[in-house]
Structures are given as C-alpha cells and as structure tokens.
C-alpha cells in the first residue's frame, strides 16, 4: 500500500521538441535590434542598418507564429 502523504520526486516532463527555438529567436532579436539602432545612428550607409533591422523584423514575426502555434497545446 502506497502512502499518499509521502513527498516523493515528480517524474520528470518530457522535453518539447523545438524548445530551445524560442530562446534564440529572442537572441537574435535583441541583437539585431540593437545592431539596427547602433548602425542606423552611426554610419551613412543605410543598406546595413536596413538588413539588420529585416532580420529583426522576421524574427518578431517567426517568434509571434510560434506562440500562436503553441499556445493551445500549453
């Protein structure tokens, strides 16, 4: 017979598949965010700041679908 009021360890969860595109996702962001805003002020070249803030801009969008993708399943 099992105690009920015994403390025992949770079994660990299952890792999710892809948990680890989040946090990059944020990284990149970060990072070209700050790249956009550095290079827009301090180069007269605008193609660069241009790129950077592309990326930027893409890795919102991938890091918005995902958390709509995943929202239901949490």
């Known amino acids: 017979m099992t105690d009920p ?3 025992t360890e949770a079994p660990a969860a ?3 598949p892809g ?7 944020w990284l990149a962001f970060f990072v070209t965010t700050a790249a956009n805003v550095t290079l ?3 180069t007269d070249n ?5 790129a950077f803030g592309l990326v930027a801009a893409l890795c919102a969008v991938v890091l918005i679908a995902h958390h ?3 929202r239901a399943r949490s």
């Open 19 to 25: 948990s680890l595109l989040r946090p990059l996702l």
């Open 46 to 50: 605008q193609w660069i700041s241009s």
């Open 68 to 70: 709509r993708r995943n």
């Open 5 to 7: 009021y015994r403390i």
């Open 40 to 42: 827009s002020t301090a």
């Open 14 to 16: 299952p890792k999710k």
